[in-house]
C-alpha cells in the first residue's frame, strides 16, 4: 500500500505570497491532520480533517487554512505569508483519526519565505 | 492541556549501549502514547504505540517503552544501538478535542548520537 504523499517536497515563495500544499492519504484513510515543525516551536498540530469537515483546529491565524476533498485528499493554504511561516508541514493519515488510529506521516513539504 | 517532556534534547551513546529515551506526559485521563522517529529530510515513522493493553510496548526496530503511571513516564529503550539508531526521537500524547476526535501534542525531541 502506498504511504502518505505530499506535494511539493520543497518551495520557496517570497513574504506576501500565498502557497498551497498537497497531501494524499494512505487508500482507505479518511482523516487528514496537519503539523507545522519548526526548530523554535517543534512539532504544533494546525487542523484534522474528516470526510471533508474539519474537526479539529489548533492555534494558528486565520491565515492557515485547509480543506478535504471527496476522495480524502487535502490541501493547505497560508495567505500573506510571513518568515515565520517557514518550516515543515507534515500531513498525517489514519482512518479515522486521533486519538485511537495511529497517525501515518508523509515526508512533508519544506517551505521557506524569504 | 496536556504536555509532554521529553528530558535531554541530544542523548550520545556508543554503539552496542543501551539507548535510554526518557518522555513524561501530563494527563488527567488514561493516555494514548506514541513515539515516533525522524531521519533526516524525512517524515515521522511510527516506532510505537501505547494504548493501556500492556504496560511494556515492543516496537520496530528493537525498541519498547513502558508505561508507568505512577511516575507518568513513557521511555524509550533499546538494548543495543545501532549506528542506524541515529535520528531524533519524538514523544507524543493523543488529547481529546471537539466530537471525541482528537490530535497528537508532540515532546521537544531528542536526538540520538551513536558514536562507533
Known amino acids: 500500500k502506498a504511504g502518505v504523499t505530499q506535494t511539493p517536497r520543497y518551495l520557496i515563495k517570497t513574504r506576501g505570497q500565498q502557497v498551497t500544499l498537497s497531501c494524499s492519504p494512505i487508500s482507505g484513510h479518511r482523516s487528514v491532520s496537519w503539523y507545522q515543525q519548526t526548530p523554535g516551536q517543534g512539532l504544533q498540530f494546525l487542523f484534522e480533517?474528516?470526510?471533508?469537515?474539519?474537526?479539529n483546529k489548533g492555534n494558528f491565524p486565520g491565515r492557515f487554512s485547509g480543506r478535504q476533498f471527496s476522495n480524502s485528499r487535502s490541501e493547505m493554504n497560508v495567505s500573506t505569508l510571513e518568515l515565520g511561516d517557514s518550516a515543515l508541514y507534515l500531513c498525517?493519515?489514519?482512518?479515522?483519526?486521533?486519538?485511537?488510529?495511529?497517525?501515518?506521516f508523509g515526508p512533508g513539504t519544506r517551505l521557506t519565505v524569504l | 492541556a496536556q504536555s509532554v517532556t521529553q528530558l535531554g534534547s541530544h542523548v550520545s551513546v556508543s554503539e552496542g549501549a543501551l539507548v535510554l529515551l526518557r518522555c513524561n506526559y501530563s494527563?488527567?485521563?488514561?493516555?494514548?502514547l506514541f513515539w515516533y522517529v525522524q531521519y533526516p529530510n524525512q517524515g515521522l515513522q511510527l516506532l510505537l504505540k501505547y494504548t493501556s493493553a500492556a504496560t511494556l510496548v515492543k516496537g520496530i526496530n528493537g525498541f519498547e517503552a513502558e508505561f508507568k503511571k505512577s511516575e507518568t513516564s513513557f521511555h524509550l529503550t533499546k538494548p543495543s544501538a545501532h549506528m542506524s539508531d541515529a535520528a531524533e526521537y519524538f514523544c507524543a500524547v493523543s488529547e481529546l478535542g471537539s466530537g471525541n476526535t482528537g490530535k497528537l501534542i508532540f515532546g521537544q525531541g531528542t536526538t540520538l548520537q551513536v558514536k562507533p
Open positions: 480533517y474528516f470526510s471533508e469537515t474539519q474537526r
Open positions: 498525517a493519515s489514519s482512518l479515522a483519526g486521533p486519538p485511537t488510529d495511529t497517525q501515518y
Open positions: 494527563s488527567s485521563v488514561p493516555p494514548y
